[in-house]
């Protein structure tokens, strides 16, 4: 069987597990990759290499500093801190939370936002019996995804479609081509959540135990009777604030500015290995590895690109302009559920491009809407690496599919109108 056929039925074999969970979803996940190895879809090495990929060690290391943040009391001072100017209102929290995160994303690195929010969000959950973090993460890193897509510097997907538009039609975006529609969607997004979205969550995933949260009494203790070291707190307050500002002044790689954060909490013994060993979920880490490698697997088998020559062979001779921005946009959505929003862009931009000189369609208007329906895919941990970093949080991949779907269908339709109001079809 074709490498690119094989990889195309162990992706759906695994769906089917992740959505049932017959086995458990971390162990599903390294099957995926170990069955794209051994079919001979990909090779060991683009599959598992994705191990040691810095958004896995970003994320590691992000852990660490929230493991160092709760060792220290770090995490109790603040927590108390943001509740009292919450008003302990978790609703107020995750709303004002996406706001901030949301605007930051549009200039700053996604995942460096929610790489810094990780141990901020852990640090109010340890704190108040009130608010959970799987209520929080997943909306923040929707609120970051989109906010990223506003701007041309915000996220990768729109430097790779800008690449493409220029390459293949001579057309440029510019800083604020994607701000229009882009806001759209993230007033669209933020109404969603506050009057649907967050009640939807906290139903969907109810009282699910969360694998660091300790039992109300015990959070609430840690608040009401501390016992903090000071020069420790100070420490720790010292490497969060330098960890923030290097992610924001951008001077070395995100990731490097993790690890540093990191290994600074251990030699300063803010936290120790044992510490890290005993409270790491490393369930989270190996199932985001796993995400990765079957990311990389259905590029290199070829599975991407039939999925692409298929929606050429479904468009046929179209030739009405909305129909085709229709077909192509919620293709790319799809796509982007099961692979990064830039080997999407990689495989429907193309195709848009081509369709637009033969027709005459306008190729921004097609670029500007792949890049936006390929930012905001939310409805798999293997959509992009924010939506992937929530898996901290516990999140079971149903939660993803039963949480994204309604926004994905606001986003759809957000992007099916706005976009061609910005920018006319033809």
Not at 2 to 11: E, N, P, T, W
Not at 31 to 60: H, Q, R
Not at 237 to 249: E, Q, R
């Given at each position: 069987?074709?490498?690119?056929?094989?990889?195309?039925?162990?992706?759906?074999?695994?769906?089917?597990?992740?959505?049932?969970?017959?086995?458990?979803?971390?162990?599903?996940?390294?099957?995926?990759?170990?069955?794209?190895?051994?079919?001979?879809?990909?090779?060991?090495?683009?599959?598992?290499?994705?191990?040691?990929?810095?958004?896995?060690?970003?994320?590691?290391?992000?852990?660490?500093?929230?493991?160092?943040?709760?060792?220290?009391?770090?995490?109790?001072?603040?927590?108390?801190?943001?509740?009292?100017?919450?008003?302990?209102?978790?609703?107020?929290?995750l709303f004002s939370s996406c706001l901030i995160t949301g605007i930051l994303a549009m200039f700053l690195a996604n995942t460096a936002i929610l790489a810094a929010m990780i141990p901020i969000v852990d640090s109010v959950c340890r704190t108040s019996a009130h608010i959970r973090r799987r209520n929080l993460l997943l909306p923040i890193a929707c609120s970051i995804m989109i906010g990223g897509a506003c701007t041309l510097v915000g996220c990768t997907p729109q430097l790779t479609a800008n690449a493409l538009l220029l390459k293949m039609s001579g057309v440029e975006m510019g800083m604020w081509t994607l701000t229009g529609p882009g806001l759209a969607l993230f007033v669209i997004f933020l109404a969603y959540l506050f009057l649907f979205g967050y009640r939807d969550g906290k139903r969907l995933w109810g009282d699910r135990q969360e694998w660091v949260m300790s039992e109300k009494e015990?959070?609430?203790?840690?608040?009401?009777?501390?016992?903090?070291?000071?020069?420790?707190?100070?420490?720790?307050?010292?490497?969060?604030?330098?960890?923030?500002?290097?992610?924001?002044?951008?001077?070395?790689?995100?990731?490097?500015?993790?690890?540093?954060?990191?290994?600074?909490?251990?030699?300063?013994?803010?936290?120790?290995?044992?510490?890290?060993v005993r409270e790491m979920n490393w369930e989270t880490v190996i199932f985001l590895g796993s995400c990765l490698g079957l990311g990389n697997a259905l590029t290199v088998s070829g599975t991407g690109e039939l999925m692409g020559e298929s929606m050429t062979a479904v468009l046929g001779d179209i030739s009405s302009p909305y129909l085709v921005f229709i077909v192509l946009t919620v293709s790319t959505l799809f796509l982007s559920q099961f692979i990064t929003n830039s080997t999407a862009i990689i495989i429907v931009l193309p195709i848009a491009l081509a369709l637009c000189e033969n027709y005459g369609f306008n190729p921004m208007t097609f670029g500007v809407g792949i890049t936006l329906a390929a930012s905001v895919a939310c409805c798999t941990p293997l959509a992009a690496s924010q939506i992937t970093m929530t898996q901290v949080a516990g999140y079971q991949f149903s939660d993803y599919l039963k949480f994204g779907w309604k926004p994905s269908i606001l986003f759809l339709a957000g992007i099916l109108l706005f976009v061609p109001l910005f920018y006319p079809l033809v």
């Open positions: 069987m074709a490498s690119d056929i094989m990889g195309l039925v162990i992706m759906c074999i695994c769906i089917v597990l992740f959505l049932t969970r017959l086995i458990p979803t971390v162990v599903t996940g390294v099957l995926g990759c170990l069955l794209m190895v051994l079919t001979g879809a990909a090779n060991f090495e683009d599959v598992f290499s994705s191990f040691s990929d810095s958004i896995v060690i970003l994320m590691f290391c992000a852990m660490i500093v929230g493991i160092a943040m709760f060792q220290t009391g770090a995490a109790p001072v603040l927590g108390r801190v943001v509740i009292k100017w919450a008003h302990g209102d978790e609703r107020i929290f015990e959070k609430i203790d840690s608040v009401l009777q501390p016992h903090h070291n000071r020069r420790k707190l100070i420490i720790m307050f010292g490497i969060v604030v330098l960890m923030i500002i290097s992610y924001i002044a951008g001077i070395v790689p995100v990731v490097v500015t993790a690890m540093c954060a990191a290994l600074l909490c251990i030699l300063t013994r803010c936290c120790t290995v044992n510490d890290v």
